[in-house]
């Protein structure tokens, strides 16, 4: 290792070999990006399919007024809600595989969702009674209304996942507590816990994935088995559009309270979730893996997410959607890219600055001086932006 020197100066270390070019085949080593640590830039491809699901969100909601008795419209809102959710939890969850009950990251978990969830339940409530004209709407952080259900959720999945993670066979043991949920009616509406529990598998499929999985369903040959999948699921949710009640798809009640008999509910829930693993399967192969225009936008669906919401019930307040050429096709397609684009421009940068204040608030003041993280701040130079901390923010 060390060589000895006849100098003045001692030993000296021996003079490092020239660097050699790389094998063919064996890529060299990027360098990081300017001003980011090695280790912490974020992938693109769940960027990517982080952006497309919000988007998908949004044409959902939109669709949902103006569907009435369209079978064509029906049928793609059928197969959209059997994915959408599910893909965007599953990333949550993947996400989340880092979190334990350090102190930062607590403290991450009560700014970026305990924070935005008590902001927004509020926000919607105040909406839905002074200018849904509710006026019985009363503010209840104990009752989720809308959208805000998923940060309840998340909140409490988060918080769920040490345990997860110690368990022997997480998956099975979710399936289990989300098919008994399904035959609980006296679960009740606290914080949404019907939606909790029965998307609960998602979120610990999530856990439990690895890089190498998002990779062997981004291969080509499942991208073109996707096609024929997708055109199979387009073709049933037109015959179960009128067969079949899309309550199912939400997982926000028990089999009993759709008026369907106890047993549907545990046979409904593992059937949903072998067809939303195999259609979010599909939409993972087909999410671009590169940087896209799109895939800065991945940082903000939380932001689109929560805010679309305002929009699509003032016009169904506003009666936006009872206009009769938007029951046509070229009134739907409107529909649809006017809710495409309105979600994108809700993820831009600009968007993301004016809320950051309750979206992702610092709130230094609430919190008492965490000796370790001060620490690790010393030990990185100062630097917040972490792979934890990037880990954190994708996940929502």
Request: glycine share 8%; aromatic share 14%.
């Amino acid at each position: 290792m060390f060589h000895a020197a006849s100098s003045p100066h001692g030993n000296r270390r021996a003079p490092l070999p020239p660097a050699e070019s790389p094998a063919p085949g064996v890529p060299s080593p990027r360098p990081a990006p300017s001003g980011r640590r090695p280790g912490t830039q974020r992938d693109a491809f769940f960027d990517n399919a982080k952006y497309l699901a919000i988007v998908l969100v949004a044409m959902g909601h939109a669709w949902e007024p103006i569907k009435g008795d369209s079978r064509i419209l029906e049928s793609m809102y059928t197969v959209v809600y059997t994915f959408h959710m599910p893909a965007f939890i599953i990333i949550s969850g993947y996400f989340s595989r880092s979190f334990d009950l350090r102190p930062d990251r607590l403290r991450r978990l009560l700014t970026g969702v305990v924070v935005p969830y008590v902001v927004f339940e509020t926000l919607y409530s105040l909406f839905d009674r002074y200018v849904g004209g509710d006026e019985d709407h009363a503010i209840s952080l104990l009752d989720p209304w809308y959208l805000t259900w998923f940060l309840a959720a998340l909140f409490v999945w988060r918080l769920t996942t040490p345990i997860w993670k110690l368990i022997r066979y997480p998956l099975p043991v979710a399936l289990v507590i989300s098919m008994l949920a399904s035959v609980s009616p006296q679960i009740g509406n606290d914080l949404d816990f019907q939606r909790v529990l029965q998307f609960l598998p998602f979120f610990v499929l999530g856990l439990s994935m690895k890089a190498e999985h998002f990779r062997l369903v981004r291969r080509r040959s499942v991208r073109i088995a996707s096609v024929p999948v997708v055109a199979a699921a387009l073709v049933v949710g037109w015959w179960a559009s009128p067969r079949m009640q899309t309550g199912w798809f939400y997982h926000r009640d028990a089999a009993q309270e759709m008026g369907a008999p106890w047993w549907t509910g545990p046979v409904m829930m593992l059937a949903l979730f072998g067809c939303s693993l195999l259609l979010t399967a599909c939409f993972f192969s087909w999410v671009p893996g590169r940087r896209l225009w799109c895939t800065a936008l991945g940082a903000g669906t939380l932001y689109g997410y929560l805010l679309h919401g305002f929009l699509i019930k003032g016009g169904e307040y506003g009666g936006w959607f009872d206009h009769d050429w938007q029951r046509t096709p070229l009134g739907e397609l409107a529909v649809t890219v006017v809710a495409a684009a309105v979600v994108t421009l809700l993820c831009t940068a600009p968007v993301r600055r004016v809320f950051r204040c309750v979206m992702e608030p610092r709130m230094a003041w609430a919190f008492r001086p965490d000796a370790a993280e001060s620490a690790r701040e010393r030990a990185r130079g100062g630097s917040d932006r972490t792979p934890d901390g990037d880990r954190a923010k994708a996940a929502v």
